[in-house]
RNA sequence: GCCGGCGUAGCUCAAUUGGCAGAGCAGCUGACUUGUAAUCAGCAGGUUAUCAGUUCAAGUCUGAUCGCCGGCUCCA
């Protein structure tokens, strides 16, 4: 649940979806008398409320309790609140047969409960209600779903219905067109229509194979990455998929990563391990050598792939994956240093993203958890850095208190999509465990061993899945940078395609990605086709391009131009490729 | 992993109560020679995810396995 989205979406939204889902507790009561409900919360864009019923609700159900919610919503009753003492509560839902709410109270600490009625409906809430039922103008139940009571995997299973509530139909129907859009964007359409990647049974779920289109996209991705790297003072290094699994015994990794680790393979007698992560490689760079004081900051970036085992059920196109290719840095510094390489690397991912046309992101500071390594001191020296660090830089965050990981805090920066959707991506780590098991050191000035402050930090989270959220930030029409086919050639008539096979060659030979299709087809088939495969440009050629020795095009936004030059033409692109627009 | 749904040609989808697996697009071959979002014709394409079972007969019913989809938990 994202509290600064719920502001954002308005207070009087939040009740009055909190108050639909009491509405839908209500009918599914009615329909369902044995139904012990959980909770019913409201939630980023919706509500939704927990239930255990005798049996697997279908569709079908969804559809019989919206309409027992619409004959509540007509009979207009109040919500009423009142209090009861926690042991009259406690009586109340027993007495009632509802487990879940008596649990719930107990784990309170008030003496008093605030309960919330309207019509025959009583349920344990804190409120706010809007004043009556008929004040829910527009509302959608919209999936069914199982989730564990309390979150906890441990726990039984329950059912949970999502819907949401708007206070105009108009809004609801903006929502549900905005859903279809976010279809029709869905990552895993795209990547099949425009054959830019795929997932394959016989491969294996969670590996991606890239095809030639995708991986043109990921090259051009990978080379401005490599290059912005070396221009920001990074080296860039390469290391094995697998290693010794003592490497991983060493790092900890096996201690507290197992479950996401592979099985190791035995080679002569010795155990290898897929790697999970690169940062134990780059430790061994490090520790190859003999480090002064004066080598920092030492900025390490690899674009490194790593294998997870994800269990299957949370596998989800590129965005969840079991092989992937971290855009992996690892930066060694002094204390003194620690401030102004966190100031230096958001810098670096606003840069980054923002070429992408990612201007807006949600941070997300995560501190000290209950099970931490290294001092409590440095662990608050750290979290005070990274939070110094994004003052100075005026970006507003959260903090998540308590959410660090145990070796250290953390920054997360959310991109956030055309759709206003946000992606986990970056992520800016302090680790104080791995220097200390692998004893990393350097020489300072008093001639003393010292040890060194490592951040690991990601730009674009993982390939796989910044390609995901692109495909769908970008509707599968890439800019003119990344596009893996930028101009596609098409004749008017076949008469044409000596012209047409000349003008490519000239394409080709500045550095442009020009595709010409000599398949017999009517031009308007081939410009159907390149403007279905959002093609940036089309070059149009017939009798007249041919006889003056000119071109014509036509731009996937529908703009045209007639009998231009060739080369103005390629100025036009080589513009708008430099400009990354 | 858990809850629920789904799996038919490269893609999108059909196939009465169990009764001969089909269409469009894509592909191939040929004809047409085209001016800004689909030219026409022919051909080919399948162990209906896999493996068992029920039945005279299974795409359809049952079970298991694999995978996918929506969530939960977990996460780049």
Redesign the pocket.
């Known amino acids: 649940m994202n509290k600064s989205s719920l502001k954002s979406t308005g207070a009087d939204l939040e009740a009055l979806r909190h108050s639909t889902s009491h509405v839908m507790a209500q009918a599914v009561m009615k329909l369902f008398p044995e139904t012990k409900l959980a909770i019913g919360p409201a939630i980023e864009d919706g509500f939704y409320y927990d239930f255990e019923i005798g049996r697997?609700l279908?569709p079908e159900d969804l559809i019989k309790i919206e309409k027992e919610m619409a004959r509540e919503i007509v009979a207009d009753h109040k919500f009423e609140s009142y209090e009861l003492s926690k042991q009259e509560a406690i009586e109340y839902f027993k007495k009632h047969n509802q487990p879940y709410k008596v649990e719930l109270i107990e784990s309170l600490s008030e003496d008093k409960v605030s309960l919330y009625k309207h019509g025959g409906f009583v349920d344990l809430c804190k409120g706010p209600h809007v004043k009556s039922a008929g004040e829910i103008k527009a509302f959608k139940l919209l999936?069914?779903?199982?989730?564990?009571w309390r979150?906890?995997?441990k726990n039984k299973?329950l059912?949970?219905i999502?819907g949401t509530a708007f206070h105009s139909s108009k809004e609801l129907d903006e929502y549900l067109e905005n859903l279809e859009e976010a279809r029709k964007r869905?990552h895993?359409?795209i990547g099949?229509d425009l054959d830019l990647f795929s997932?394959q049974?016989s491969i294996?779920?969670?590996l991606v194979l890239w095809h030639p289109k995708g991986a043109l996209i990921r090259k051009e991705i990978e080379d401005f990455w490599k290059n912005e790297h070396l221009k920001a003072g990074y080296e860039l290094v390469n290391t094995p998929h697998m290693a010794l699994l003592d490497l991983w015994q060493t790092s900890g990794h096996l201690g507290f990563y197992r479950d996401?680790m592979f099985a190791p393979m035995e080679i002569d007698e010795f155990k290898y391990e897929i790697k999970p992560m690169n940062c134990p490689f780059h430790i061994a760079i490090y520790k190859n050598t003999m480090h002064s004081y004066r080598d920092f900051p030492i900025r390490w970036a690899e674009l490194g792939t790593v294998y997870?085992y994800?269990?299957?059920?949370?596998?989800?196109?590129l965005?969840?994956?079991?092989g992937?290719t971290?855009d992996d840095a690892h930066i060694f510094c002094l204390d003194s240093q620690l401030e102004s390489e966190i100031m230096n690397i958001i810098d670096f991912v606003m840069h980054i993203l923002s070429t992408f046309g990612f201007k807006n992101y949600d941070v997300c500071l995560s501190t000290r958890p209950e099970k931490y390594v290294g001092s409590a001191e440095n662990w608050d020296k750290a979290t005070g850095a990274l939070k110094k660090a994004l003052e100075k830089k005026k970006i507003p965050y959260e903090v998540d208190a308590g959410e660090g990981?145990f070796y250290g805090p953390k920054i997360?920066i959310k991109i956030k999509d055309v759709m206003k959707r946000a992606h986990?991506?970056s992520?800016i780590q302090v680790d104080f465990n791995l220097p200390e098991r692998f004893d990393v050191k350097y020489i300072g000035e008093d001639g003393k061993e010292h040890r060194p402050i490592m951040i690991h930090r990601?730009l674009m989270?993982?390939l796989?899945?910044f390609f995901g959220v692109l495909i769908e930030h970008y509707g599968g029409a890439f800019p003119l940078w990344l596009a893996p086919v930028q101009v596609e050639i098409i004749t008017?008539?076949?008469?044409h395609n000596e012209y047409a096979l000349k003008i490519k060659d000239v394409f080709c030979r500045n550095g442009l990605r020009a595709n010409f299709n000599i398949?017999?087809?009517?031009?308007?088939?081939k410009?159907?086709e390149a403007?279905?495969q959002k093609t940036p440009y089309?070059v149009?050629?017939?009798?007249?391009?041919v006889e003056k020795n000119l071109i014509?095009f036509?731009a996937r936004s529908g703009e045209?131009q007639?009998d231009i030059g060739l080369d103005d033409f390629i100025g036009k692109l080589k513009e708008e490729i430099k400009n990354k627009k």
């Open positions: 697997s279908t999936k069914i779903a199982g989730a564990y979150g906890d995997e299973m059912q949970r999502y869905d895993r359409k099949k997932i049974d294996g779920p969670g996401n997870r994800e269990r299957r059920g949370v596998l989800h196109g965005i969840r994956v079991r992937f971290q990981v997360d986990q991506c992520t990601a989270g993982s796989e899945r008017v008539s076949d008469k398949r017999n087809e009517k031009m308007g088939a410009i159907r403007q279905m089309m149009i050629v017939g009798d007249s391009e014509s036509r045209k007639n």
